[in-house]
């Protein structure tokens, strides 16, 4: 209903308004420019190569004095500067805007600012405003223009000196500043698409304070995740991410060339254009399919020009791009609820595209799920391709005398009006029940800062059967979920629902002390960010040597634990434990800044503490399976000298249940149940609805 009303509020892409801003989804692709004082260093210092870290950030690689580093705007020249040929290169390779840096962490501006003299304008012969001469060569040229702004600054006086991980804090003054330069660039460079702020840690209240800066400056301007605090309007994943999940915000992957740089490195090992084509080319398609916008660096050299490797790799996307463009612009994301690998798919109204690097070799494609008919199918760019129904599933076929094309053979088909795609049946579903554990989740990003970000879980999808023409659904839930509202949308049909009121009862599935049986603790020391899933299989063997898990025969159930803690550091707490059956035992944990709460393998919660308390407790269900179980637990530390932590039963535990009303099924086998968070605030905030069961 939202994404109509999007639709219908804005029709131009000269003043959107409306968050978010549709012509910004729409725009797929896009030019990243990194460029600045270290363009002219080129990753070199004192002759020599400069091997750690990103060349934009040589200053601090480089262990480079600030005077020294300052010094190099008194032989900046960039006399190849053009941004005109900047745009239409961009125009070229088929992108819609384009993201200059206008300070990057070195605190040197590539615009008059009238706030630093450390500003291409004042500090360089050159004397020129490249980011005005970019904003007005992209408006004559039709291109949409957007700002990277790094928060952190190694140039001001008043800002936390460099540190080894660019999150520091601001203080009241550098904001200030920050404040006021953003404020000269949204208002004296024309419209901008985006604002890319990047790293540092802002206190909520310097987070809301930029967003609602930004707001009443230009209300239609795209704000990036990294501003923190969930205060933005996309998120931005990874250098070449491609989720896996399904990603319920607006998002964006932003990409180097080259892994280890995104400002020019003159000793850059480029190799094969057409090798970084393909790659590019992947990365794009994947993007896309999953619902994002791909953000592609390039990195001018220090007199302004164009890297011709970059040039020439960008040009070859815009060839690919005209041939088979029709598949990108004005896509939205696959419509499946699964991925298959070695297929990409896009969807434009009736139109499906599929990117397949197997077809003609593999012989057939099977569209699992697609329900309706397909009136065509045809290789983009010309042919068409057999397909058939095999065992009521979709086939496309094809053919021998067809080379495959690189990197991704296209096909379209044309799918009749009110095809659909037929929920996934939760693979461990037991009848008339529908627990978190077994749903498809649909993703947010949510980040306090850069390091304090995770994927979290926006909504919950279920796929089931049922003969009945009706079901009266009764709810379950505990003092967590205590007060929200819900909304509970089955085949179609959708439902606010308070979690309030709900009587006291013990469910058979909910599992007594008795029935289970704790077995061995571990404990080991983590780092790295927040967010990233602290094992990649299922099962975690504590006892192998040099795992670096610890046996903690001291553990006590229900204490408080305190360790002494790095910062951004987290602690890994591993529970083994015994169910005489299966069914829900409920826990208590206290936690840190943030939780990760995994049963054999599976996300149960995972979320960051919601008003930046160092210690919160929680109830958490556990969906225990019979025998054997792993209880993980990541635990993390933000900036404090310790974590706190707990793991406590609940002797006494008793659920809620509310009966949530009537709902008639459509006259078919598969139906869908999603539940979310009705309205919530915050688009990327997790919903925390992991002790929820639905039941009728
Ligand atoms: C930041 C900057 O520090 C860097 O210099 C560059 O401007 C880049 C675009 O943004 O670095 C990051 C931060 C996070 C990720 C990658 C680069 N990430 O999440 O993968």
């Known amino acids: 209903m939202k994404v109509l009303i999007f639709f219908l509020l804005t029709t131009s892409c000269v003043q959107a308004a409306v968050k978010p801003d549709k012509c910004w989804l729409d725009q797929k692709f896009s030019m990243f420019i990194h460029w600045g004082l270290y363009s002219e260093l080129g990753g070199m210092w004192a002759g020599k190569p400069v091997t750690s870290g990103y060349s934009e950030q040589i200053q601090a690689h480089g262990g480079i004095f600030g005077d020294w580093y300052a010094a190099v705007a008194g032989r900046f020249l960039p006399g190849c500067w053009n941004a005109d040929t900047v745009v239409a290169l961009a125009k070229k390779a088929g992108m819609k805007s384009v993201v200059f840096t206008s300070k990057h962490h070195d605190g040197f501006c590539m615009y008059h600012s009238k706030y630093t003299d450390y500003n291409i304008v004042d500090a360089t012969p050159f004397g020129r405003d ?74 909520l209240q310097q987070s809301r304070g930029l967003y609602r800066l930004v707001d009443s400056l230009q209300p239609g301007c795209m704000i990036s995740g990294r501003l923190g605090n969930d205060c933005s309007d996309f998120s931005v994943m990874a250098d070449n991410e491609y989720p896996e999940e399904k990603i319920g915000v607006p998002w964006q992957t932003a990409a180097s060339f080259f892994d280890e740089t995104w400002g020019y490195r003159s000793w850059q090992k480029r190799g094969d254009p057409r090798v970084k ?96 008919n397909i009136l065509a199918a045809s290789y983009v760019g010309g042919g068409e391709i057999r397909f058939g129904r095999e065992n009521g599933e979709w086939h496309l076929y094809g053919k021998n005398d067809r080379q495959p094309e690189s990197p991704f053979t296209v096909i379209c088909l044309q799918l009749a009006r009110g095809w659909k795609i037929e929920p996934l049946l939760s693979p461990g579903k037991k009848h008339n029940l529908l627990v978190p554990a077994e749903a498809v989740p649909l993703y947010a990003y949510s980040s306090i800062d850069y390091y304090t970000g995770f994927r979290s879980m926006i909504a919950y999808t279920w796929g089931f059967e049922e003969a009945a023409p009706k079901i009266r659904p009764v709810v379950f839930y505990t003092d967590n979920e205590k007060g929200k509202d819900i909304c509970m949308r089955v085949d179609g049909k959708e439902k606010r629902i308070r979690l309030e009121g709900g009587r006291k009862v013990k469910p058979a599935s909910l599992l007594a002390g008795e029935k289970v049986k704790p077995g061995k603790t571990w404990i080991k020391n983590s780092g790295s960010v927040f967010g990233s899933r602290p094992l990649s299989g299922k ?84 969906p225990l399976k019979k025998g054997k179980n792993q209880l993980l637990l990541k635990l993390y530390n933000r900036f404090e000298k310790k974590l706190c932590f707990s793991l406590d039963t609940c002797e006494n535990a008793f659920i809620y249940r509310l009966e949530a009303g009537e709902y008639l099924l459509k006259p078919e086998k598969r139906h869908r149940c999603e539940v979310h968070l009705w309205h919530p605030e915050v688009p990327n905030r997790a919903m925390r609805l992991n002790n929820l069961r639905i039941k009728w």
């Open 130 to 203: 490249v980011m005005k001469e970019l904003a007005e060569a992209c408006r004559r040229q039709g291109m949409r223009f957007g700002v990277y702004f790094s928060l952190i600054d190694w140039h001001f006086p008043q800002a936390y000196p460099i540190s080894s991980h660019n999150a520091d804090p601001l203080t009241p003054e550098h904001y200030e500043y920050n404040r006021k330069q953003v404020e000269e660039i949204l208002t004296g460079y024309g419209p901008v698409s985006e604002i890319w702020f990047d790293m540092g840690s802002l206190t």
């Open 539 to 622: 099962k975690v063997y504590p006892g192998e040597e040099g795992s670096g898990w610890e046996e903690w025969t001291g553990f006590r159930w229900g204490a408080i634990q305190e360790r002494k803690a790095r910062e951004r550091s987290s602690v890994l707490l591993l529970q083994e434990l015994e169910a005489e059956k299966a069914g829900d035992w409920m826990v208590e944990v206290g936690s840190g800044n943030g939780i990760q709460v995994i049963l054999n393998g599976e996300y149960i919660s995972v979320h960051t503490s919601p008003r930046g308390q160092v210690y919160n407790r929680e109830t958490v269900l556990l």
């Open 277 to 372: 084509t393909a790659e590019k080319i992947k990365s794009l398609v994947k993007v896309v399919s999953r619902g994002g916008n791909y953000l592609l660096n390039i990195g001018p050299k220090g007199d302004g020009s164009i890297v011709s490797f970059e040039r020439e790799v960008l040009e070859k996307i815009g060839k690919w791009l005209e041939k088979y463009g029709e598949g990108i612009y004005g896509t939205q994301r696959n419509p499946f609820d699964r991925l298959y690998p070695g297929q990409e798919i896009t969807l434009k109204g009736d139109c499906m595209y599929i990117f397949t690097d197997s077809l003609p070799d593999l012989q057939s494609i099977r569209l699992d799920g697609l329900r309706g």
